[in-house]
């Protein structure tokens, strides 16, 4: 278990069995796991690139802006009521 996901845990609680809409444990896991898949997809758009073409970060990349954990666990915060 990472940093993050102890923070969750923490936070919400352990991760249910099944999805349930509208469980606010269910969506702090999702968003988490949403930006997982999110990262995985930039890692890839960077060890994709063949050898011999040049490298052109995706634009959202250039754009995105890099939170910092707290901003991040703010945002993640904001899904629950
Ligand atoms: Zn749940």
Redesign the pocket.
Same mark, same amino acid.
């Given at each position: 278990m990472n940093l993050v996901e102890e923070a969750i845990t923490a936070h919400w609680g352990e991760? &249910?069995d099944?999805?349930?809409q509208g469980?606010?444990? &269910?969506d702090a896991w999702r968003e988490y796991e949403n930006l997982v898949a999110y990262g995985e997809t930039l890692k890839k758009s960077f060890t994709e690139v063949p050898k011999d073409t040049q490298f052109v970060a995706p634009i959202s990349l250039t754009k995105a802006q890099k939170p910092t954990l707290s901003e991040w666990m703010a945002w993640l915060k904001q899904g629950e009521k």
């Amino acid at each position: 278990m990472n940093l993050v996901e102890e923070a969750i845990t923490a936070h919400w609680g352990e991760k &249910c069995d099944d999805y349930e809409q509208g469980c606010p444990v &269910c969506d702090a896991w999702r968003e988490y796991e949403n930006l997982v898949a999110y990262g995985e997809t930039l890692k890839k758009s960077f060890t994709e690139v063949p050898k011999d073409t040049q490298f052109v970060a995706p634009i959202s990349l250039t754009k995105a802006q890099k939170p910092t954990l707290s901003e991040w666990m703010a945002w993640l915060k904001q899904g629950e009521k």
